[in-house]
């Protein structure tokens, strides 16, 4: 089963460089989410989907955009990276009903911007 | 102050000890959810709780709705168990968002 995949694992971008992490989950979830992690933080979130075609700012949009592109995939897109989006990114979906299921995260995402 | 706070931020124990880990919260929840993430970085869900206690293998998680308060058990602990805890909870707002605490990381020494 491959549940949320995400890729890539590992990426280094320079200052400026745009990129896009991709996510698909293949569980027929509805809600899909983007979050960061960040030392002695807990993951925040960047921003979610509660369908297709519908997206909702998180808790740390800025310097971020994203595609519901289907019911499968939930594209994260940094424009134009700053070293202050250094960071570990998990995507995540889930099928809850007034907070109560089980939510299934992405390996992670580790980006370094120089 | 965070809507989650977890305790302790860091637990080393003996491998057989009996862990504890709590979590403490302020706002209204519709549920609350452990997590366990490797040292690899993935992250797995443990529990599910709206109420009272569930039992999965050596691992205990309880909840006091009224307290506000969670807490996740491990008896006979083994290295194995050393990773991340992590506390979410979903508010009753009507949304679905999660927010979580900062994790509380535990090792286990043989």
């Known amino acids: 089963n491959a549940g949320v995949t995400q890729t890539p694992k590992f990426q280094v971008l320079k200052t400026g460089q745009s990129m896009t992490l991709q996510c698909a989950q293949d569980?027929?979830?509805?809600?899909m989410y983007w979050y960061r992690q960040d030392p002695g933080m807990g993951l925040r979130l960047i921003y979610y989907?509660?369908?297709?075609?519908?997206?909702d700012k998180g808790e740390v949009p800025n310097g971020y955009n994203v595609s519901r592109l289907n019911k499968r995939e939930f594209s994260l897109r940094l424009e134009s990276a700053a070293p202050s989006q250094t960071s570990v990114y998990f995507c995540?979906?889930?099928?809850?009903?007034?907070?109560?299921?089980?939510?299934?995260f992405g390996e992670g995402s580790w980006l370094t911007v120089v | 102050k965070n809507e989650v706070e977890q305790s302790p931020q860091n637990l080393t124990a003996q491998e057989g000890e009996f862990i504890t880990i709590n979590c403490s919260y302020s706002v209204g929840i519709s549920a609350l959810h452990w997590l366990q993430q490797h040292p690899g970085g993935g992250i797995v869900s443990l529990f599910m709780?709206?109420?009272g206690k569930k039992k999965h293998g050596r691992l205990i998680a309880t909840i006091n709705i009224q307290e506000k308060h969670s807490s996740l058990h491990i008896t006979a602990s083994h290295p194995r168990d050393s990773a991340v805890y992590i506390c979410?909870?979903?508010?009753?707002?009507?949304?679905?968002?999660?927010?979580f605490g900062t994790g509380t990381r535990l090792t286990i020494i043989p």
């Open positions: 979410a909870v979903v508010s009753n707002f009507g949304n679905e968002k999660l927010t």
């Open positions: 989907s509660a369908s297709e075609g519908t997206t």
């Open positions: 995540a979906s889930s099928e809850l009903t007034q907070g109560v299921g089980t939510i299934y």
């Open positions: 709780l709206s109420s």
């Open positions: 569980m027929n979830h509805n809600s």
